[in-house]
């Protein structure tokens, strides 16, 4: 197992490439098997979800080859396989199998899915989904059973805003037979990403990134190639990064309109941001001023920055109250900054965050992928060493982050833990 170092109290400088969007990928990928012949994706991000996705498409009878950051996948001979929980409980978005399978084959057997632990992610919503669709859904012995005679088009009203739900929904939606309205859908750019891949198979879709969703049923679909979108997330926490440490940043990759939330904060506390086609360019000021921030789905403040953001807060100057209104599960990186002397204290669903203060070098862990991103921008800004375990959670979303950060001027890197680290992390 390895850990990551940081060496704190170097500025960042030059620039950094956004890599496609993992919460894409993890959709585009199942949604090939809903196609008859070869389908091309090209940017994926080379991390470790994307990877056991490439082993799942496998094991259900999939050809699947790499070319650095393309994937082909021809999914002409794959079969309705029930996936198990192995490689299933290592990624949340495994659920997007589900929708796909059953579009495909008219049935699925998924073990339940897994993930960073950020609370429950109920997966109600598209169980309903699928039922209205006319799928019979079952739990038994921990895996989800699909069956359906015919699927036919639904009229599907969501009674929580889910991304997840919307793109599962529309996934088995798309080769039923009829007419399909998903009202009160999600309209994160991922929804659009996918309903763009699905449209060049031959899917008829209307609406995606708006609350509703029209989809006309189709009864074949073919391959196609289709380049990804880059990851507004990534791209957000770059964009922390360089207004907690750095002197001059240019983020390229980047669609601007997909951060409008993030950069309007950035802006109120003071940090200087020009936007280009696909560029940001970051200038920050040594003092800023802190900021209330609250989660809501897009277009609102999104909750995986939340995390990295709380970190930018410390260095602020007065009192930012940050609350998430989707996971409130997703404070458990707090414990951690207080241990490298931030001053936060929780209050119900609201971290509220004092500074400035000088965060301290420490040996802290992440307890999922955003905290991880949380504790490696602390450690950027910190007096001295901090010793970041727990670093599988950061490779399932971050593409080769610590290349990146070097590339700026961080001194950030890898060791290998000792015997004695790796039961104290796995006793912790």
């Given at each position: 197992?390895?850990?990551?170092?940081?060496?704190?109290?170097?500025?960042?400088?030059?620039?950094?490439?956004?890599?496609?969007?993992?919460?894409?990928?993890?959709?585009?990928?199942?949604?090939?098997?809903?196609?008859?012949?070869?389908?091309?994706?090209?940017?994926?991000?080379?991390?470790?979800?994307?990877?056991?996705?490439?082993?799942?498409?496998?094991?259900?009878?999939?050809?699947?080859?790499?070319?650095?950051?393309?994937?082909?996948?021809?999914?002409?001979?794959?079969?309705?396989?029930?996936?198990?929980?192995?490689?299933?409980?290592?990624?949340?978005?495994?659920?997007?199998?589900?929708?796909?399978?059953?579009?495909?084959?008219?049935?699925?057997?998924?073990?339940?899915?897994?993930?960073?632990?950020?609370?429950?992610?109920?997966?109600?919503?598209?169980?309903?989904?699928?039922?209205?669709?006319?799928?019979?859904?079952?739990?038994?012995?921990?895996?989800?059973?699909?069956?359906?005679?015919?699927?036919?088009?639904?009229?599907?009203?969501?009674?929580?805003?889910?991304?997840?739900?919307?793109?599962?929904?529309?996934?088995?939606?798309?080769?039923?037979?009829?007419?399909?309205?998903?009202?009160?859908?999600?309209?994160?750019?991922?929804?659009?990403?996918?309903?763009?891949?699905?449209?060049?198979?031959?899917?008829?879709?209307?609406?995606?990134?708006?609350?509703?969703?029209?989809?006309?049923?189709?009864?074949?679909?073919?391959?196609?190639?289709?380049?990804?979108?880059?990851?507004?997330?990534?791209?957000?926490?770059?964009?922390?990064?360089?207004?907690?440490?750095?002197?001059?940043?240019?983020?390229?990759?980047?669609?601007?309109?997909?951060?409008?939330?993030?950069?309007?904060?950035?802006?109120?506390?003071?940090?200087?941001?020009?936007?280009?086609?696909?560029?940001?360019?970051?200038?920050?000021?040594?003092?800023?001023?802190?900021?209330?921030?609250?989660?809501?789905?897009?277009?609102?403040?999104?909750?995986?920055?939340?995390?990295?953001?709380?970190?930018?807060?410390?260095?602020?100057?007065?009192?930012?109250?940050?609350?998430?209104?989707?996971?409130?599960?997703?404070?458990?990186?707090?414990?951690?900054?207080?241990?490298?002397?931030?001053?936060?204290?929780?209050?119900?669903?609201?971290?509220?965050?004092?500074?400035?203060?000088?965060?301290?070098?420490?040996?802290?862990?992440?307890?999922?992928?955003?905290?991880?991103?949380?504790?490696?921008?602390?450690?950027?800004?910190?007096?001295?060493?901090?010793?970041?375990?727990?670093?599988?959670?950061?490779?399932?979303?971050?593409?080769?982050?610590?290349?990146?950060?070097?590339?700026?001027?961080?001194?950030?890197?890898?060791e290998e833990m000792s015997r004695e680290e790796v039961e104290q992390f796995q006793n912790s």
């Open positions: 197992m390895q850990k990551i170092l940081v060496e704190g109290g170097n500025p960042l400088n030059g620039q950094v490439r956004i890599s496609g969007a993992k919460n894409s990928a993890v959709a585009l990928l199942p949604a090939a098997i809903l196609a008859d012949s070869t389908v091309t994706i090209e940017g994926l991000p080379r991390i470790s979800d994307v990877g056991i996705l490439g082993n799942l498409l496998e094991e259900i009878g999939g050809t699947v080859t790499w070319d650095d950051q393309t994937i082909h996948i021809d999914p002409s001979k794959m079969t309705a396989m029930p996936l198990p929980n192995g490689k299933v409980k290592k990624l949340r978005a495994s659920y997007y199998f589900m929708g796909a399978m059953l579009g495909r084959f008219k049935k699925a057997v998924i073990g339940l899915p897994g993930g960073c632990h950020l609370g429950p992610r109920p997966i109600d919503q598209h169980i309903k989904g699928f039922e209205a669709l006319g799928a019979q859904v079952t739990n038994e012995q921990g895996a989800i059973y699909l069956r359906a005679n015919e699927l036919r088009g639904a009229r599907i009203y969501l009674d929580v805003v889910s991304v997840g739900a919307t793109i599962n929904i529309m996934l088995a939606a798309v080769k039923a037979k009829g007419k399909t309205i998903i009202e009160n859908a999600a309209k994160e750019p991922e929804i659009i990403d996918v309903a763009t891949i699905l449209t060049s198979m031959g899917a008829k879709i209307k609406g995606a990134g708006t609350d509703v969703i029209r989809i006309e049923g189709c009864e074949t679909l073919s391959g196609c190639t289709h380049t990804i979108i880059p990851d507004r997330i990534e791209a957000g926490t770059y964009t922390i990064m360089a207004a907690a440490q750095g002197e001059e940043v240019l983020i390229d990759n980047v669609i601007p309109q997909h951060l409008e939330s993030v950069l309007a904060k950035l802006r109120e506390m003071g940090i200087s941001i020009e936007e280009g086609d696909e560029q940001l360019l970051i200038r920050p000021r040594k003092n800023i001023k802190s900021v209330d921030i609250k989660t809501l789905v897009h277009p609102g403040f999104p909750t995986d920055l939340q995390q990295p953001f709380t970190s930018l807060l410390t260095r602020a100057t007065g009192t930012g109250v940050v609350t998430d209104t989707i996971y409130q599960a997703r404070f458990k990186h707090i414990d951690e900054l207080r241990r490298m002397n931030a001053k936060i204290k929780v209050e119900g669903g609201s971290a509220i965050v004092s500074g400035p203060v000088q965060l301290e070098g420490a040996k802290v862990k992440a307890s999922d992928l955003r905290a991880g991103a949380a504790l490696i921008i602390a450690g950027l800004m910190a007096d001295g060493i901090t010793e970041v375990t727990g670093i599988e959670h950061i490779e399932r979303g971050y593409e080769h982050i610590t290349d990146k950060l070097t590339s700026m001027g961080a001194k950030i890197w890898r």
